[in-house]
């Protein structure tokens, strides 16, 4: 967890982003693992645990549209209903987690989602929000985000692999001992 939590933080501050959050598929959903995060809505989440109970569904919002569809999404404003139905007619965005808790208090809501890869697949959604500077963000922000979801994806496909090592090395050892004892 400190991992990813140092992830958002260098990641926001690396683009220059208010707020940042990272979000893996697990169990069929995609769970918030870290985030700089201010919450818009303080009474619901009034602590750090709360954080582990927010999830999008596959397709839900912008972050299970991207964690689905494996593409990224960078607009300039969150509230432009027209723009994400140009982008994908099902394309909405849910105020279910925000990352600031200011997100009205400028006319535009700058926006930058990339989805993580491991092995060809999209298994999360690294996404920031708002520039300090008020502006979009650019290609350059999205190129850089980019290079973190790959080093993320790798990182995950290591932890992964090194996993299944462990595991099949257990069950070998254990299939040795039950034929030594026999």
């Not at 933080?9 to 700089?36: I, N, P, Q, R, W």
């Not at 300039?76 to 209903?81: M, R, Y």
């Not at 700058?110 to 697949?121: A, N, R, S, T």
């Not at 992964?160 to 099949?168: S, Y």
């Amino acid at each position: 967890d400190e991992v990813w939590d140092l992830v958002v933080f260098d990641t926001a501050k690396s683009v220059e982003a208010e707020g940042c959050s990272l979000f893996l598929l697990e169990d069929g959903v995609f769970k918030l693992k870290a985030t700089t995060g201010l919450f818009k809505n303080r009474e619901k989440f009034k602590n750090k645990e709360d954080e582990k109970n927010v999830f999008y569904e596959p397709g839900e919002g912008l972050t299970g549209w991207i964690g689905v569809n494996g593409r990224t999404l960078r607009i300039f404003d969150l509230h432009d209903a027209d723009r994400l139905k140009q982008i994908d007619k099902d394309l909405t965005w849910k105020t279910k987690y925000s990352d600031v808790s200011d997100l009205d208090r400028t006319p535009e809501a700058p926006f930058l989602g990339v989805p993580i890869f491991v092995e060809g697949k999209s298994i999360g959604v690294l996404r920031v929000v708002m520039k300090t500077s008020g502006v979009a963000f650019s290609e350059s922000d999205q190129v850089i985000l980019e290079g973190i979801t790959a080093q993320i994806g790798a990182a995950i496909h290591r932890i992964r692999l090194v996993d299944r090592i462990k595991t099949e090395r257990k069950y070998f050892a254990d299939a040795i001992r039950t034929i030594g004892s026999e």
